[in-house]
Every structure is written in structure tokens, then in C-alpha cells.
């Protein structure tokens, strides 16, 4: 066989993989392998890195040798794995850093330390890692503690292995959030196919546990909250495998429960028939199943994508039209009363949406568009086809909302086009002295439902005021004193029952709500998040805008394109089904429950996150269990299609597999959901309260159950190694914006960050609760340049300002925002080469765009800058602040508030949280103890 | 027949009236959730009895209250007291986009004021027959 070695473009690896006896091509940049070699770039590397056809992986599970060279990088797959002891800061502090406070000579003791290295290679984001095994690969050197017990059995000969660990005395590595989840031992031959693809990726959907306990007294005994989280339409950076879309419109699905086919179906009766793998029922196979529509000859059943992929668009058939597909639709709702239009908000708007004309989904030349602007009262526009003017109608009659023309206001895009561009290029200068304050948003609303009701569609609203006048209107319920009493949550729920009951009505006409809010001051974010959250849209805030300030303006710009250029799935219903005895029982995310089991979203936006909780209803007899997603919907390119996201994860009546199976990613997840729910049908401190609880019940469940301890006192606090990181997680939760207590948060940023923690996907919500934090002055050399996986990232140190020294430069970013912090002795040439002023004393705190300069390190800062901005998915476009060690005080506390690590105020630092989890848990454990202790006496 | 007959002869009428809401609420509850009906078409049709039924109800308890029935006033004041404070926090409505959320305590709620309805009609019953018997000799 002739070597594949000279033909790879840049960026490809070959493997030979003994299964298989052929080559397997991998993209190392993003993982992605395939059978096929790739088509060869314009330039040739010049030393393709080809492994030799090796022998010895002939035991390892398929594709595993390439995953993790695709993972660390050629040749140094071990040397990369966190280095467990070398990574541990050094001894356990017992001086407690508060923020704020902080004592010269602390900072003077760190400088001592040395930076911690774990070794140069940038991670590629966690949740495009491929899988594999990392956990057995090298166990951690806390170990050889805690070797008396239990927890090292091995699950039989291919599973999951538990390590524990013991909290007291490995602190948060913050790599491993990094890491794919758990794997999937499923039991052999219950997957058709042999491809990688055949289980969805995380990224689509992943479940808290990763190997189902078979009942729920056993799920029950391990404390963890089962549940699915899923991010369904999900966008793809460059190089990322397209879904595979199945275009013959054959579907085959189960009689009784309605589920798709998929690769853990079995083929039955020579092929003629398949068995259901969540019901066992036995459907024919549809008579054009094996027939290439395409080339009309016999054709391939087991290349079929549907088999082979776990993720899968179905063409759909007329029968799953209520009608013919619609075009999308947008109407923009433009607010153009005094602060809006004074705020710049207007001008950036129209501006951006006159760039992003063409970027808008328009295919087949379907799409339409109005714009309303309002103030008090409503100005419609009519875009005549052909022409190039527009004309106002003023309708101030906001009682009773009618429209003023029947015609020309929702207009074609394309024919229209002309009209529309000069009217966004004037309309800002129209209402250039407008006075009027107040808003008429809940009439404006009418207007924009009742012109694209009988399509759907998206509505955009783009507001700075509270609404004041009309239906909808808000009162300012900002109210100091309730902030941080019981009466808070108060603030963070509707305050009128419009936004509700209009929502019920967008999505049943299938329009869906998009909230971008720039208001000065209180603009009661909590109410008006409510439409996006029932019609599946997004809330976007942007307190205080101000486009003078080219920060503000570019941010705003650049979420908005993304957001106007989003290929947008329209008149969608969503359903989860599940094996035999697991039941969806409750449901987190931006959409209408529509039935039991039915999800409404009229739009569905790419990259928000869904969380649904499962219950386990009766024993589960199955080896192993499906969740099955699917998505009906209509594409914005007007075809209806289904989307499919299939999941099989085995079972086991093992505690100790349950523990070793749990996902602390998808843990999180799920529990921020919940919390954020519970703050608002509870209290905040309701919610505070259950996330702790649930930490000490899982604590407690796995002390009792996994340790030799049982019940009894222990100097440790044991978790498995895989929910390492759970606690600083929750501590995370506990801190962050949507959940903490304090009495200075104001209720609008409350209600943003909770929309935030209920639509994040993982990959952004974990840095949004555990945020990132990197040293840049003494980063090694090549942090900062171009390597094998782009731009390589200096390595995440743990969130305690232990770490920052006097001198240093560092980068604190949560995904929403970027810190650059400088302390306060850094040296001028620091200052010069990346901020181009003289000293420390010169430079300005706050919002900031850093300028590029003729130097290696500027150019490595603002690489770092940029990867952070656009290393995940998501529209976000995160603000950069520099942070002076002795500037401002608030936005130094901002900067410190994301190192959760530290103590604050009256939230506990991470050791103390540990301290209080430990007390709780030996106290739990205690009656137990007691009554042990009695009947042996 | 005297004044406490009547009155006891009304509440026994008021008390079928309420028992049979209820049922029909938990009958729909029920067929929610077993998808005969969406939510906001359940919220609907529920959202125009619940008021009246929180009226029948105060009603009559004040009734009782004017006519010096101080035993069946006492035992109405808690539910009398509960549904006002529900109508002063205004969650007394159902709620379409929570719906699903919510329905184990709503459920909940509707059992106890079933078998709350139930027992009353029996005393309600058990008074007017006890007036009858009085009048009678
Ligand atoms: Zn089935």
C-alpha cells in the first residue's frame, strides 16, 4: 500500500489503524477524522507527520491512538496530560486573600513562586475534543492516599474505572474541565455501525451520567441529578463535519413510539424487518430503504447516514407539513425615542443591519422584511418594490394597533432592497431631534404580529427604554432596599402577564422574539426576557450603551451580524424520546411546552442550550438505552426537514459505575438551569440553599457508599476524580451574578446573567461560571503564535489571586468579558510594548481596544485576545477592560469577582467552601454512625 | 322549614356546585396530561371558573359568618383566607407557560379542596337535616 504521506495537505496527520487494515486521516486541528484522504491543499507540507502502520494498537479501542494524538499533539500525547503534582499550587494557603484588601506583602510572597507549568500545548476547546479515554490513562498521584479503597475496582473488562480523590487535598485543575466527558462503553454489537460518528457528539447532547443506573433507587442512592442536555442546532466553525443530510425522503420510524431509525436499531428477519430500540417493536423496513434514488440502481443500506451517524437531517415529506415552507421572515422594531436615539443605538442598528443585508438567509429570494420604529407613537414604513423612496405613516392610536396600509410594508428583501437601504440610512437622522421619552413597545409589538401572523417569522426588537405607554407597559420596580431580602426574586419574575400571554400567541402564529435592550437605566430585563424565553428567541443586553464609544458600538455590531447572518431553523417542534422506563420530566431552555413532551419554538437560534431532567420509571432491563432528539422544523432556505440527535448509553446496576460515569460538565449545566428556576418560583437564597445540598448529598452519597469511611468520620472528602471539579463548579454557581448574595446587584443584570445560565451551551457556560484565567508576562515563548491548533493559549492558572503578582499581566475572561489585569509595579517596557504609553502611571482603566504595535509580544496579546473572542460558538463578542491593581475600585472588584476562588465578602473562598461541604457531609453522615455504633455496643 | 334549614338546604346546593369544579378541574388536569388538550386552551376554559368559584365560596362563608353559623364560618376561614391571599399575589390564575411546571401542586391543590368540598356537603347535609329534626316536634 502506498504510503498517503506526500499527498496530505497542511494541518492532516494519517494513522494506521491495525482494525481496519487501511489509513485513517486526521484533521489535527479540529479532530475530525476520516476514511478518505482529504484533497490535497495548494501548498504541500513539507514533513506530513505520518505514524508508521504500528502493531501494537491492534487492543485499543478503535480510532483511540489517533483521538489523543489529534488531542495533545503528535508524539507527546502522555507528556501533556495535566501533571497532577507538578500542577498542585503550592501548600495549601492559610492566609486568605480577600479581594480588595490585598496586603502588599501578599503580593511580594507570591512573586516568589514559579509559574506553574503544564506543559506548552494549547487545548483545543474541550468540547470539540474528540473522545477519549482519559481518565485511565494515568491516574492521578493523589492515589496512593486513598488506597484503601474500594472505588479502584475495575468495572469488568472494558468500563469505566472510579478513582477517587480526595477534595482536602488536590484542588481544581482547571484542564480538566477541558476534557471530553466520561466514555461510552456500550455492551458489543449493539451499534450497526463501526463509524465514530454513530453516538452524537457532546456538543449536540450529552447526558449527566453515562452509564444509566437501571433503577431509580440505585440513581437515587448516587444523588445526581439525571438529565439531558442538548444543544441541537449547533453552528460549525470551519472544518467541522457538516450534519449529513438524508435527501431521498425515505423515513423509516417506529409504528408504535414513533422513533427514527437509527445505528442501534437491529436488522432482523434477513434484513426485511428492524427491531425499535427503544420499544423492541419489530417495523418493516421501507420498501425504498436499499434503493439509490439518486443513481436509480440497488444501493447501499449500511451507508446509509441515518445508521451511521448520530447526528442526522432527514429531508421531510409533505406529510410533515401543515403547510407549504415558509420564507423567514424579519421585522425590526426599532426604538427611536430620545435616550434611544441619543444612546447612538439607532444609528448602529441601522448601520448594521444595512452591512448585514446580504448576509441575511435568502437563498431562493423568499425572504421579507419590515421596520417599525416607535417611540409613543408608531412609524411604519413602506418599501415600494423597485422604487428607491420610502414614506412614514405615523399611526399614534396606540390603544387600538391596526395597520396603516395593507400592502408594501412587509416587503421582499431583494425587491425592496433599494427602498430599504436608503430608508436605514436616513432613519437614524429622521428622529435626530426627537424628544419624545417613553415607549410604546407592547403596541409596537401588535404591529409586528399582526403584519407577519399569518406567515411567522422573527421579530427583533432593539429598545432603551422602559416600555411606558399602551399595553405592556412597565413600571420602575428597581427597588435598593428589596435587593438581597427574600423579596428579590420578586423582581427577577414578569411583572405583567402581556409578555406572557402575547408570547403564548407568537408562538402558536410561529414568531419568535428576539430582545436586544440598551436602556441607561432600569428597563425591567426580567419581563422583557420573557417573550425571547417563551417564543425561543435570545435576550441581549447592553446596559448603558453608548456608541460614542467605538467598544460599545463594535460589540454590539458584531453580535447583531452574527445574530441577522444566523441561518435560523423556523417553525420548529422539538421532542425527546428515550427508552422503555425513562421519562422527560421537566424542561429548561428558551421554548413553549407545548404538550407533555412537545417543545413549541417558532425560531430556533443556533447555540442555545436545552436542559431536560429524566426519570427513571421502572426497572430498566435493556443492556443499554437511546435518547432520541428530533427536531421538526423548517430551514430559512425553505425546506422542512427533521433533525435527529441520537444518544445510546449503556446501563449498569453499579454505583460505583454510575459515579465513574457522571459528566460534571453536563452536572453543572443542568444544575444552573435549575437553580436559576428555583430563584424565581422560590427564593434566591432557595436556590443557593438546594445547589449546596445537592453538593452534600452527592458528597455524602459517595462517602457512604465509595469509601471505606461509610459512615463513619473521615479526614477526607472523597469524590470520584471524574466530579473532581463539581464543587468548584457549584461554588461558581453560587457566585455568579444570576445566583449570589449580595445586595448591589442590580435586578437587570440579575435577570440577564439567569437568561444567560438557562441558554448557554456548555462549552460557554462553563467558563461563564468557572472563568478564564491566564498569566500573559511570563507565558512560555510560543503562547501567543501560530501553531499546530492556531493560535496556542498560555496555560489556565486557578482562580486565586495568589497568582497574580505585582509585576504581571494577566487575562480574566468569563466569555462575556475580558480583564486584562496589570498590577501595579509592572515595568514600563511592559506597558510601552503592549499599550504604547511610557509608564504604568499613564495607562487608563476600563474599556479599551488595544492597539497593534511593531513588537512580538502586542502581537502574541492581542492573538490571545482574539482566540478568546472567537474560540467558541456562540454571537458573544466580549468586551475588553483593562483593569489597573490600584484603579477603580468596582471594576477592580468585577475583575477579582471572577476569581471564585477567593474569598469575597460573605461568599466563602474554595477552601472554605470544601471546610463547610465536609462539615455538612460528616454531619449527614452522623445518625448513621450513631445507630452503627449503637447496635454494636 | 326555618332559617337554619334554608340555609344549610343553600350551602348543601353550594357545596355540589364547588365539589362538581372541582372535579372538572381535576378531570382536565388529566386530560392535560394525557395531551387531549394544550395548555393554553386548559388555562382558558380553567381561568374563567376560577374566579366565580373563589366568589361561591366567599360567598358563602360570609354567609355564614352574617347568619351566626360560627362553626361552618370557622371551618370555611382557612380556605377563604387562602384563596384571597392567592388573589392579592396573583397567582390565581393559571399560568399556560408554566403549566407543565406547576401541575403536581396544582393538582395537589385541587384534591385537597375535592375532598375538602366533600366533607363539607356532608356536614352542610347533616346541619339541615339536624334543622328539619328540630322544627319538626
Ligand atoms: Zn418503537
Known sequence: MASPAQQLPPGWTAEWDATHQRYLFIETHTGHTQWEPPAAGPELSPQPSVSPPPSHHAKRRQYAAGQTQAYYGVGDSLAAVPQYSAAAPQPQPTQLFTPGLAADGQFQQQQ????????????????????????????????????????????????????????????????????????????????????????????????????????????????????????????????????????????????RCRTYINPYVQFIDGGNRWRCCMCSLSNEVPQLFDWDQVRNQPGDRWARAELNHGVVEFVAPTEYMVRPPQPAVYIFLIDVSHSAIQSGMVATATRTILENLDRIPDENGRTKVSIIAFDTSLYFFTLPSGGAESSMLVVSDIDDVFLPKPTDLLVNLQEARPALETLLGRLSDMFQDNHTVGSALGPALQAGFQMMAPIGGKIMVLTA????????????????????????????????????????????????VDMFLFSPGYQDVATLACLPHYTAGQTFFYPAFN???????????????????????????????????????????????????????????????????????????????????????????????????????????????????????????????KAVERSITHRLEDSRDALFNKMVEVLTAYKASMTA???????????????????????????????????????????YAQALL????????????????????????????????????????????????????????????????IGRDAVPQLVMDVFNLPSYEVLRGGKTTLPVLDNPFSQRVTAIIQKTREMRRGVYYPHLYIVKEDGEPPLRLWALSCLIQDRADVLPSYQQFISQLKDKVSVNSMPSFAIFNWMFM | MGYAGWLFLFAVLMAAGLLFTAVFFMIMFSDLESDYINPVDLCNKL????????????????????????????????????????????????????????????????????????????????????????ESP
Open chain 1, 547 to 673: 456608541a460614542s464609544r467605538t467598544e460599545d458600538a463594535i460589540k454590539f455590531a458584531h453580535e447583531f451580524g452574527k445574530v441577522l447572518a444566523m441561518p435560523i431553523m423556523l417553525e420548529a417542534v422539538m421532542r425527546v424520546r428515550a427508552s422503555k422506563n425513562l421519562r422527560m420530566s421537566s424542561f429548561h431552555g428558551n421554548f413553549f411546552v407545548r404538550s407533555t413532551d412537545l417543545l413549541a419554538m417558532p425560531a430556533v437560534p443556533q447555540d442555545l442550550s436545552y436542559a431536560i431532567e429524566v426519570q427513571i420509571e421502572d426497572t430498566i432491563t435493556a443492556p443499554f438505552v437511546v435518547f432520541q432528539t428530533a427536531v421538526l422544523h423548517t430551514t430559512c432556505y425553505g425546506e422542512r426537514r427533521i433533525r435527529v440527535v441520537t444518544t445510546a448509553l449503556p446501563t449498569t446496576s453499579n454505583l460505583s459505575e454510575v459515579f465513574a460515569s457522571a459528566d460534571q460538565v453536563a452536572i453543572a449545566t443542568l444544575l444552573a438551569n
Open chain 2, 47 to 134: 381561568n374563567q371558573f376560577v374566579l366565580p368559584e373563589h366568589t361561591a365560596h366567599a360567598f358563602l362563608t360570609v354567609l355564614f359568618l352574617i347568619s351566626g353559623q360560627f362553626i361552618a364560618f370557622l371551618l370555611n376561614a382557612p380556605l377563604l383566607a387562602f384563596n384571597v391571599r392567592k388573589i392579592m399575589n396573583q397567582n390565581h390564575v393559571y399560568d399556560a407557560t408554566e403549566i407543565f411546571r406547576t401541575l403536581e401542586p396544582h393538582k395537589k391543590e385541587i384534591f385537597i379542596k375535592l375532598g375538602f368540598y366533600l366533607l363539607s356537603f356532608f356536614y352542610y347535609l347533616y346541619r339541615m337535616i339536624l334543622a328539619l329534626v328540630q
Open chain 1, 112 to 255: 516568589q513562586q514559579p509559574p506553574p507549568y503544564y506543559g506548552g500545548h494549547a487545548e483545543p476547546e474541550y468540547i470539540n475534543a474528540p473522545q477519549q479515554p482519559v481518565y485511565p490513562v494515568q491516574p492521578p498521584s493523589q492515589m496512593g492516599v486513598l488506597a484503601d479503597q474500594f472505588g479502584q475496582m475495575t468495572m469488568g473488562h472494558k468500563g469505566l474505572r472510579l478513582f477517587t480523590t480526595n477534595l482536602l487535598t488536590s484542588p481544581p485543575e482547571p484542564l480538566e474541565l477541558r476534557q471530553p466527558p466520561p466514555e461510552i462503553f456500550l455492551p458489543p454489537n449493539s451499534c450497526l455501525s463501526q463509524s465514530p460518528y454513530a453516538n452524537a457528539d457532546a456538543s449536540y447532547q450529552r447526558c449527566t451520567l453515562n452509564a444509566i443506573p437501571t433503577t431509580n433507587s440505585l440513581l437515587n442512592k448516587s444523588k445526581i441529578p439525571l438529565g439531558l442536555v442538548l444543544t441541537p442546532y449547533r453552528s460549525l466553525k470551519e472544518g467541522e463535519e457538516e450534519v449529513p443530510v438524508v435527501t431521498d425522503t425515505v423515513i423509516a420510524r417506529c409504528r
Open chain 1, 709 to 751: 469511611a461509610g459512615a463513619g468520620a473521615s479526614a477526607q472528602l472523597a469524590i470520584s476524580e471524574n466530579l473532581k471539579m463539581l464543587p468548584v463548579l457549584v461554588l461558581g454557581l453560587l457566585k455568579n451574578v444570576g445566583i449570589r448574595q449580595s445586595a448591589q446587584i442590580p435586578p437587570d443584570l440579575r435577570a
Open chain 1, 758 to 821: 438557562t441558554s448557554l451551551p456548555s462549552q460557554i457556560l462553563i467558563p461563564y461560571v468557572y472563568p478564564n484565567f491566564y498569566s500573559l508576562h511570563n507565558m512560555p515563548p510560543e503562547c501567543g503564535t501560530v501553531g499546530e491548533h492556531g493560535i496556542i493559549m498560555p496555560p489556565p492558572l486557578p482562580l486565586t489571586s495568589e497568582r497574580l503578582e505585582r509585576h504581571g499581566l494577566y487575562v480574566i475572561e468569563d466569555g462575556q468579558t475580558i480583564f486584562l489585569w
Open chain 1, 465 to 512: 427604554s422602559l416600555p411606558s405607554i399602551g399595553v405592556g407597559a412597565l413600571k420602575n420596580r428597581e427597588d435598593p432596599k428589596v435587593l438581597g431580602t427574600p423579596k428579590e426574586s420578586g423582581l427577577l419574575q414578569a411583572a405583567s402577564p402581556f409578555y406572557k400571554t402575547f408570547a403564548i400567541e407568537c408562538s402558536r402564529a410561529q414568531v419568535s
